[in-house]
């Protein structure tokens, strides 16, 4: 049931649906947003496919996430080889101290569980 309204609400509720209505208009046109009719009811909308997603936005999908994978799959080599950089030179400056045998076997041990986790992980 609708609430009966006054004068003033209704001037101004056809003032702001107005405007909703033109901004949507625009953005609808120039961004390619859908109506509620097209997006939910399927109205227009070819049956066969998967609405409201068509072949060239799920292939623009796919290339998007092809970039994003390609350059967090980059960043996450890079860092792997740092690390690895890193753990080489911990390893190399620490065998240049003057330890006993036993310290340092106990320690490389100890590191090669970690670094193996670490790569495992």
Known sequence: ???????FEGVIGEMIAGVVDT??????DSLGFKSYDTLIFN???????????DDS???????WYR??????G????????????KFILR???????????RQFNENCSRRLLYYICTIIY
């Open 1 to 7: 049931m609708m609430k009966k309204v006054g004068f």
């Open 23 to 28: 901004v949507y208009g625009i953005a609808g």
């Open 43 to 53: 109205n227009g909308v070819d049956l066969n496919g998967t609405a409201p997603i």
């Open 57 to 63: 936005t799920w292939s623009l999908c796919m290339t």
């Open 67 to 72: 970039i994003i994978a390609l350059v967090s």
């Open 74 to 85: 980059g960043l996450v080599i890079i860092a792997c080889v740092v690390t690895a950089y």
């Open 91 to 101: 390893w190399y400056i620490y065998r240049k101290k003057k330890r006993s045998k």
